[in-house]
Structures are given as structure tokens and as C-alpha cells.
């Protein structure tokens, strides 16, 4: 069969779009299911690019990442999957990881009322698997996760948010460098882009009470979409970090969440020419946003449910974590275990990973493979 290609090229990356494609072009395990797409195409190859720096705040060395999901931020560790074991730190740093984030629900365990006290044995929690995974050469994301009470009352609930990264900041206080924070995941409702710096203000106020140069993490409204980053206004301090998350197209990654609605139905695939449209104009408007504000990003979560077939799920995962890393931008797949694994119950990579998640190239790695 005849072969009809063309390549787009965009912000150094080249995109091979193949409306047919011959017997010999190889296309991802799965990809090919019978009936599955109308148009097919070859999977686009993205080479990692060395790590951005930033003109302006940090470039934070996030490297491979991955979340540690479903987990701290349930109601109660374990309410949805297994809980976090010790062993898993140093099982992630041999699958090549370099960072770790842990999503966590402080506000489930904080007082109602001022002084709004956050559980010291939840809190101690936190603090000690922050230390287990530091001891086994991680950094380390502690992240505010599930507020659903400041997002709909940003004014009622802000003298809470501030007492609990006031005591955040305490706890971390004597953590190493490489324990980094981020504010509130996945900012909504009422919390938008014009909303956020009332909020920002004094929680960042709070945390540099006893952490006065920690990287914090911020993200815009609407969920930390990517469009959330184009008007997204960051505090006047050096040690800020943009991030935003990267699920695109829900009607993937998200079929048959019953947690979403209406839930996205069974049977959609990632792999047409639409596909890869969507993420090239993805990547130029994460390196206009690099251009505008010499701010370097990072995406904080990505990845594709448990309910989409395994190879199509890091075939997902592969590509759009080396497509981030083509243009320098790092990327932390979400969630290791429960609801989108990258292992299984017993612990044991899943098929494919950890090899799918793709890094940026650190500056000696380039130097190395630089002629000359």
C-alpha cells in the first residue's frame, strides 16, 4: 500500500502525519485493532531536548516523576487502594525516577475552626514519607491537594488555607532543598485565574515565615488546564514555579470515570492524525509561554486510566511525555498505583514502564552526546 506523509515541524520537533501507511511502517502494540480508527498514523518521534532554564524564577531538575495518587489524598489513606509503603521509594528511584509528588488532603484532617490545627499524627505522616523518600535520592512534591472547601468559598476558607501552609511550613521547616511545595492542586470554581493572588498572597506570606527560598509550585484555574498558563499572574518572588496538567483528550484518558460527568463512554483510542494536531499546537503554546515570561513549566500530572487497554495506555503515556521533553519541559505521570498504575499490586512494573515516561536530557547527558 502506498504511503501518503507529511511532516509539520514545530519548535524543533518533526511530526509525521500518514493518511495510509505502508505494510512496513510499524505502528504501537494495539494500535491497529480492527475497526478502531478510520485514520491511522504514525507515531510522531520526539527526540529529548536538554532541560530548560528559566530567565526569570526557577528551573526546577523534576527529571522522570511520578505522582504517588489515590492514596494521601482519599479521605483516608487507603479508602482508595493501597497505602504508601516505605519500599516504594526506593523501587521508584530504580525505575530511573527522580521526583515523587504526593498529592495530600490537609484539609480533611484540619480543624473546622481556628486555629484550624491540622492532625499532628497525619501531619507526621506526611513528613515521614517526605524523609523516606528523600533517603532514597528523590525530590520531593508535597502538594495540597482535594480543598474542595476554598474552592468554593476562596474569602471564607482563606484564613484556614493560610493556617494550614503556616503549619505546613513549620513541619518542613528543617527539610532539605530538594522538598518542594505546591500551594493548592488544581485550582476551580471560584478560584480562577483573577481570583488566585488573594489567595497566593498570604499563603506565600506564611510559607516563607520558615522556608524563605523553598520552590513553590502554582497552577492556574480551570483545573491547571494549559490554557490556564497564558494570563496566569504569578507572585513577585524568585522562587515560584508554574505548572499545569495535561489529560487531553478527557474522552481518552478519562472513559468510564464515573467520577466525571457525564462519565466519557468505552472504546475511544489515541492514536489519529487529530491526535497529534492537537499536541503539536499544545507544545508551540507551552514555548510561546516559555518565550513571554521566561518562566519554565513543568507538567504535574498526566496519564490515561486503568480502564483503557494497557499497551494503548503507554503508548499515551510514551508519546506525550517525549513530546514535553522535546521542547525541555519535564512531566510527572500520574499515579503509580490506584486508578491509573504504572505498576501492579504486587509491585511490579507494568508492561512497558517505566521506559514510556521520557525526560528532558540534564545538561551533562547533552553535553555527552554533543559531536565535538
Keep these: 500500500m502506498t504511503s501518503r506523509c507529511r511532516t509539520v515541524r514545530a519548535g524543533g520537533f518533526a511530526m509525521v502525519g500518514a493518511v495510509a ?20 498514523v504514525a507515531t510522531p518521534t520526539y527526540d529529548p531536548a536538554p532541560e530548560r532554564s528559566a530567565r526569570t524564577g526557577l528551573s526546577l531538575p523534576v527529571g522522570r516523576c511520578v505522582n504517588l495518587g489515590n492514596t494521601l489524598e482519599a479521605p483516608n489513606e487507603g479508602d482508595w487502594g493501597k497505602r504508601i509503603d516505605d519500599r516504594d521509594f526506593d523501587r521508584i528511584r530504580r525505575g530511573g525516577f527522580a521526583t515523587v509528588r504526593l498529592p495530600v488532603r490537609f484539609s480533611g484532617h484540619a480543624g473546622k475552626e481556628a486555629p484550624y490545627r491540622i492532625d499532628p499524627a497525619f501531619l507526621g505522616r506526611v513528613r515521614h514519607l517526605a524523609d523516606r523518600a528523600t533517603a532514597s535520592g528523590l525530590n520531593v512534591i508535597v502538594d ?4 474542595d472547601e476554598v474552592m468554593t468559598d476562596p474569602v471564607g476558607q482563606r484564613d484556614r488555607f493560610v493556617a494550614m501552609w503556616r503549619q505546613i511550613g513549620t513541619a518542613f521547616a528543617s527539610a532539605p532543598p530538594s522538598v518542594w511545595f505546591e500551594l493548592l492542586n488544581e485550582p476551580r470554581e471560584r478560584l480562577t485565574n483573577a481570583t488566585l493572588p488573594d489567595l497566593w498572597k498570604p499563603a506565600l506570606a506564611a510559607v516563607r515565615e520558615e522556608n524563605p527560598e523553598r520552590p513553590v509550585i502554582l497552577g492556574g484555574g480551570e483545573t491547571s488546564s494549559l490554557p490556564s498558563l497564558v494570563d496566569l499572574e504569578l507572585p513577585d518572588d524568585p522562587f515560584v514555579v508554574p505548572t499545569f496538567h495535561y489529560y487531553d483528550p478527557m474522552t481518552f484518558t478519562h472513559q468510564g470515570a464515573t467520577f466525571i460527568h457525564p462519565t466519557p463512554k468505552m472504546g475511544a483510542h489515541w492514536n489519529g492524525a487529530a491526535d497529534y494536531r492537537r499536541l503539536a499546537d499544545d507544545l508551540v503554546a507551552v514555548q510561546a509561554y516559555v518565550t513571554r515570561t521566561g518562566r519554565v513549566p513543568f507538567v504535574g500530572e498526566f496519564g490515561a486510566m486503568e480502564t483503557v487497554p494497557e499497551d494503548e495506555r503507554a503508548h499515551y503515556y ?25 505498576v501492579d499490586g504486587k509491585g511490579h512494573w507494568l508492561p512497558g514502564f517505566p521506559d514510556a515516561l521520557a525526560r528532558p536530557l540534564d545538561r551533562q547527558e547533552h553535553d555527552a552526546r554533543s559531536p565535538g
Design 144 to 147: 495540597l491537594h482535594h480543598d
Design 318 to 342: 510514551a508519546t506525550v511525555s517525549r513530546a514535553f521533553a522535546s521542547i525541555g519541559i519535564a512531566s510527572c505521570a500520574w499515579a503509580y498505583r490506584n486508578t491509573f498504575p504504572i
Design 21 to 40: 501507511l505502508s505494510a512496513g511502517m510499524a505502528l504501537s502494540a494495539g494500535m491497529a485493532r480492527a475497526g478502531a480508527l478510520e485514520e491511522v
